[in-house]
């Protein structure tokens, strides 16, 4: 009997362009070893959560606490979740959290690692960094989780140019239309087809 394609959560803390990337990217079957089964957000009222609901896909509201990290085990045991995607989430995980999930969790970052990243580096003060230094090309990174903030091992990358006139929010829009958008479901897929074939040989 065949496997079930991997199920996938996907953590988020904001509007959820990334998830949306992600949504429309299954839909059109580019994501054929993974299904996104489970969205959390540790801000309530994220608009992220609407486009969750509106997918039909099943949505949380985590508050951010002490109890944090054990209501999402708890809530990705519930779902059979084997693959966590970061899509803007912001909040650090624990070392214990990510062990339990080893090679497991993927984040994507607006820079080409190992430029402008690590403690601090997040949203649009990455972009802000690389205007900032007069930078002429920038990008994004898929990489594994580890616990050392954006230091795990890169999956993905893609490089963007940064042209004369743009601010922070341009330059952000532009790294999530050229790069964010396209290199997160591909990635996603790498992983779930991976997840997928070590369940058909029994490995995991």
Known sequence: MLSER???????????TNLQALIDAESRG???HGSISLVVSNREGAYALTRAEKAGIPAAYIPNGPDFERELTALLAEYGIELIVLAGFLRI???EFIDAYEGRIINVHPS???SFCGKGFYGLRVHEAALSRGVKVTGATVHIVTAEADAGPILLQKAVDILEGDTPEILQRRVMEQAEWILLPRAAEM???RIFTEKERGSI
């Open 6 to 16: 991997t199920r996938i959560a996907v953590l988020v803390s904001g509007g959820g």
């Open 30 to 32: 580019d994501i054929p």
């Open 93 to 95: 995980l624990s070392a």
């Open 112 to 114: 080409l690692i190992p």
């Open 191 to 193: 992983l779930s087809e």
